[in-house]
């Protein structure tokens, strides 16, 4: 997965529009109408990031990004829909119905060497040029000029895209060091690409990989929240087991992962059933599913380590996750959700050993979840029945789960004293 580059960066290229295969057709008509104002009033304009990229690998691209040399002010100006957000660098974000959001940048440059204010020197404006090499890969770094329908590139990335390599921008290290988060974006996007790994990017991965324990718990959070429904979660997680960077994200969870290979292989088995049903057009599951997925292997086995101690295992897995030294900050109500659903889970999968279950969970909220994840850890798939355990505790032991006989009364001691007996006729 990882190829060595031994090239130098060149000039910038300029694609004509014969050049390439982007069509303005392919382009959201919201953005359109965002670059085409912005030209009309004498700003120059580009479409950048994952559009660009997307565009040229003949995929649909999820959003569309602007990038220009007009100010946060005097874009606000031209959008009465635009608001503006942000501390360190105001973006606009200009909204359409149905929610959608473009969101417009002007161009700006890496603050300079020795700057004592770093936010204000983020805020620096720039140059095209500028703005393309303060950005992360190169794959995410082209230009698209509406003026012209022309493709420009300064950072090497069509040359990237064409040997479906991701390289990050400048000195690998130093922009690891810079934000550590760099390291998660090159495993999502080899993952998510297909892509290899230039052999520089890859190898800083080795010596800056702790760095990520000391990013923000919330960023990671927000980050990792990104991949997860997004139908390559397997790929990204591989990636992420193979450059052992799990552990610095996920703490005892990921390490765990890691060391245990065979929890690792049942980890990326079932996120990979759950890509391909959403791969396949089924919608994407909550939040509070995908991370009991992810936690599954390792709450699995440390059920079974504890499972001849008595105890209450809810509290069990809270201690545990706590203790666990995770870098992301998981909310306490999506953690608690978490709990009940693989606390759940793992009830189920010892009534599918023994034909006794507790058919009272059905009346907790997480009962559903668990029995979908159910499906997954013992089918292998992904079941739209209303209750998949259900089903299958039905199927292998024969008999109408959850539903109790009802006792049969005499209605000779329907007054409800013991003992009574028919009257003499």
Same mark, same amino acid.
């Given at each position: 997965m990882v190829r060595k580059m031994s090239r130098q960066r060149h000039e910038s290229v300029v694609l004509k529009r014969s050049d390439h295969?982007?069509?303005?057709?392919?382009?959201? /008509?919201? =953005?359109?109408? +965002? #670059?085409?104002?912005?030209?009309?009033?004498?700003?120059?304009?580009?479409? @950048?990031?994952?559009? @660009?990229?997307? &565009?040229?690998?003949?995929?649909? /691209? $999820?959003?569309?990004? @602007? +990038?220009?040399?007009?100010?946060?002010?005097?874009?606000? $100006? &031209?959008?009465? *829909?635009?608001f503006l957000i942000g501390r360190r660098f105001r973006l606009a974000h200009i909204r359409f119905r149905g929610g959608k959001i473009i969101e417009v940048a002007t161009f700006r440059r890496e603050p300079e060497e020795g700057s004592d204010a770093l936010p204000e020197g983020n805020n620096t404006f720039g140059t095209p040029r500028e703005d393309a090499f303060r950005r992360d890969l190169t794959i995410n770094a082209l230009f698209y000029d509406i003026s012209n329908f022309t493709l420009i590139d300064y950072v090497g990335g069509l040359d990237d895209l064409e040997h479906r390599r991701v390289c990050i921008i400048g000195e /690998?290290?130093?922009?690891?060091?810079?934000?550590?988060?760099?390291?998660?974006? +090159?495993?999502?996007?080899?993952?998510?690409?297909?892509?290899?790994?230039?052999?520089?990017? =890859?190898?800083?991965?080795?010596?800056?990989?702790?760095? #990520?324990?000391?990013?923000?718990?919330?960023?990671?959070?927000?980050?990792?929240n990104k991949d997860l429904t997004s139908g390559y979660t397997a790929d990204i997680f591989s990636l992420g087991l193979r450059f052992r960077i799990l552990h610095a994200i996920l703490g005892g969870v990921g390490e765990h992962l890691e060391r245990s290979p065979r929890d690792g292989e049942q980890c990326l088995k079932l996120l990979g059933f759950l890509d391909a049903a959403v791969r396949n057009g089924h919608a994407p599951p909550s939040q509070e599913f995908m991370f009991s997925l992810l936690f599954f292997p390792w709450a699995h086995n440390l059920f079974q380590a504890?499972?001849?101690? *008595?105890?209450?295992?809810?509290?069990?897995?809270?201690?545990?996750? &706590? =203790?666990?030294?995770? %870098?992301? %900050?998981?909310?306490?109500? #999506?953690?608690?959700? @978490?709990?009940?659903?693989?606390?759940? #889970?793992?009830?189920?999968?010892? =009534?599918?050993?023994?034909?006794?279950?507790?058919?009272?969970?059905?009346?907790?909220?997480?009962?559903?979840?668990?029995?979908?994840?159910f499906a997954l850890v013992v089918m292998g798939q992904w079941s739209e029945k209303h209750d998949p355990f259900e089903a299958y505790f039905r199927e292998i032991f024969k008999t109408d789960a959850g539903k109790k006989r009802r006792r049969r009364v005499s209605r000779y001691s329907r007054s409800g004293k013991k003992g009574s007996t028919p009257p003499t006729p």
């Open positions: 295969r982007i069509s303005r057709k392919d382009i959201d /008509p919201d =953005a359109l109408k +965002v #670059l085409y104002r912005l030209y009309r009033k004498g700003h120059t304009a580009y479409l @950048v990031g994952g559009a @660009v990229r997307d &565009l040229l690998l003949g995929r649909k /691209p $999820k959003d569309f990004d @602007v +990038v220009t040399d007009a100010r946060p002010g005097q874009i606000k $100006k &031209l959008f009465a *829909n635009c /690998p290290e130093t922009r690891y060091r810079e934000d550590p988060v760099r390291i998660w974006r +090159v495993i999502r996007h080899a993952g998510r690409q297909g892509f290899t790994i230039e052999e520089r990017t =890859a190898d800083a991965i080795d010596s800056c990989r702790e760095l #990520l324990a000391t990013c923000s718990g919330a960023r990671l959070f927000e980050e990792l504890r499972e001849q101690q *008595n105890g209450d295992r809810i509290q069990l897995l809270t201690e545990a996750i &706590l =203790a666990s030294g995770m %870098t992301i %900050t998981l909310p306490k109500a #999506l953690r608690s959700q @978490v709990i009940q659903t693989l606390f759940i #889970l793992e009830h189920m999968l010892a =009534a599918a050993r023994t034909g006794r279950m507790r058919w009272a969970l059905k009346k907790r909220g997480r009962y559903q979840d668990a029995s979908r994840l």
